[in-house]
């Protein structure tokens, strides 16, 4: 039986514990063969960024966490390419680690609290400095203000700089810096309004220990987002990004089909290979294709039970917000992915936060970035890379609709939530009007609406149907039938007994105007023949709305 690693974050813990380990130790020979100074690898969470970076730190320092780490490669690749000589890195350099991923909270000053507390711990973790010769009583002054937490926030901003600079006097060997995920306080910041102060902050943390810093040997950062170099890495020069669209270390972060192939193997599950690859494979990292190493081990832990172990996990809240709160056009394409259907875009691997709310380039590109969206085919138009994206498999397809359920169904059951979208189907309209009205009460914003109402409206009806099943239904949004083009139109496949539904939707200004455009909505519907596609299919039972809205108010006109 393989004994795999669940939730281990540290490479000793594992070896010492002797469960299974999915070698990747050859990453380390690809980072000390990398000629650039700093290097930013960003992938999505839980893909093993921790892990590797723990594992750099344990074969470069001779102790970690104050424990030895002669011995702990004995058996992994790394000791045995080219004839062992990488070998002679491990354990001989300082190395300073520290992780981001906890350092997130509500505000900034609690954040805040956060960065110093993980300043005390790092240069906790080096207290041996305090009775080295080489640092001078102020040396040793300041470094006791950082284990007491007293430190001022212009120390802090230069911690990891000083510490490197301590470090190199006492060894007399520069330092490694590895820093694990950098992005996670400013993704905390940004989705809690403290976005500013967090970038300034960070900026001037990571300028001194990147930019001006004559003290580092080489640092290794990773992410999920490759943050605006503009916004966080400004100045910097010797930095490569190596996203999920490149090539270079591709095959480190998640499972290969050849590594899951043998882990389905050894565990007697290779009967399950294709279920495993429609639920949890799909990613493309560079030209490697790669399942999610989350899913697949909790898979085999439960004894091969198909569930959304990835995205049940926490981390959502920023796709959910973004995807929510798009606009309209943003939402058919959305729509399109839900229907296993590919779109091209253009992809930005630069992100600012800033941009999420008013360029949809930078919204695609964050949700391949974190890993709810894969690039399946690349190429070049009018001088720009165009990108075809779908969604990765069907454990990402239940997380966005559920996400939309939930969100839909005002924090009701999801029961709730299909109970109001088969009256919609079944054409029981008074039923469906009624939950309607909840929807319109409890999630709608007027804000949100005064923005572009009918598109907002728009937006919305196409989200309610978002859990449409598309062995029972097509859905088509803005197509041409008849003498003019529909909102939408539902219809059901030859199986079903349901109706086909059109829906006509309108916004006024003035609520007293609703029924009027509602029926004008219908009689639209009506004049424009917009039935026409539908009785070509031999389809004769249709249900026909008119929808006006106002603000949270709206009509229903219907035959």
């Known amino acids: 039986m393989l004994r795999l690693p669940i939730g281990y974050d540290i490479f000793q813990n594992i070896i010492e514990q002797q469960l299974d380990l999915i070698d990747k130790s050859l990453f380390i020979k690809d980072i000390i063969d990398d000629e650039t100074q700093i290097v930013l690898i960003t992938r999505p969470r839980r893909f093993g960024k921790t892990l590797n970076l723990s594992m750099l730190h344990h074969f470069l320092a001779a102790e970690a966490f104050m424990q030895p780490t002669k011995g702990l490669f004995k058996g992994l690749k790394i000791t045995t390419v080219d004839d062992g000589k990488y070998l002679q890195h491990q354990g001989k350099y300082p190395v300073i680690f520290v992780t981001f991923k906890d350092v997130k909270d509500h505000n900034f000053e609690n954040a805040y609290a956060g960065l110093e507390m993980l300043a005390r711990d790092l240069y906790g973790e080096h207290t041996y400095l305090l009775n080295s010769d080489k640092l001078s009583t102020e040396d040793k002054e300041l470094f006791t203000r950082f284990i007491r937490a007293e430190a001022t926030k212009a120390e802090i901003v230069d911690s990891f700089k000083t510490l490197s600079k301590f470090l190199l006097a006492h060894f007399g060997v520069k330092p490694w810096l590895l820093i694990d995920e950098y992005d996670t306080p400013i993704q905390a910041a940004y989705l809690h309004g403290y976005y500013d102060e967090m970038i300034d902050f960070m900026r001037g943390l990571f300028g001194a220990a990147l930019k001006t810093n004559p003290y580092v040997y080489k640092a290794v950062i990773t992410g999920i987002l490759r943050i605006s170099k503009e916004s966080l890495f400004s100045g910097l020069n010797n930095i490569k990004v190596y996203s999920t669209l490149q090539t270079r270390y591709s095959q480190y972060f998640g499972f290969t089909e050849p590594e899951v192939a043998d882990i389905l193997e050894q565990t007697g599950m290779a009967a399950k290979t294709e279920e495993v690859k429609d639920w949890y494979n799909g990613y493309k990292f560079g030209e490697t294709i790669v399942y999610n190493p989350w899913s697949i081990v909790n898979y085999v832990h439960e004894d091969g039970r198909l569930q959304a172990y990835w995205v049940n996990t926490s981390g959502n809240d920023l796709i959910k917000n973004l995807i929510i709160k798009s606009n309209v056009d943003f939402k058919e394409q959305f729509e399109l992915l839900l229907q296993n259907k590919p779109i091209e875009t253009t992809l930005s691997e ?210």
């Open 350 to 559: 630069h992100v600012t936060f800033a941009d999420l709310q008013v360029n949809e380039d930078a919204v695609w590109s964050l949700l391949v970035a974190a890993g709810y969206l894969k690039v399946t085919a690349e190429r070049v138009f009018n001088r720009k890379n165009i990108y075809t994206l779908e969604v990765p498999n069907v454990e990402v397809n239940t997380l966005y609709v559920e996400m939309i359920e939930y969100w839909l169904s005002g924090g009701k059951s999801i029961r709730w939530y299909n109970r109001f979208l088969e009256n919609l189907l079944q054409g029981n309209v008074a039923e469906f009007a009624e939950s309607l009205k909840e929807v319109m009460l409890q999630i709608v914003s007027v804000h949100d609406v005064a923005k572009e109402p009918e598109a907002f409206y728009h937006g919305l009806m196409l989200g309610l149907t978002v859990s449409l099943d598309r062995n029972q239904y097509e859905l088509k949004s803005n197509k041409e039938s008849g003498k003019g083009r529909y909102d939408i139109v539902i219809i059901p496949h030859a199986t079903s007994n349901n109706p086909a539904i059109i829906l006509e939707l309108k916004s006024v200004k003035s609520a007293a105007n609703l029924e009027q455009e509602s029926k004008q909505a219908l009689e639209q519907i009506a004049e424009r023949q917009y039935e026409a596609e539908i009785k070509q299919r031999g389809i004769n039972k249709i249900v026909k709305i008119g929808l006006a809205f106002c603000g949270k108010e709206f009509q229903i006109s219907n035959e």
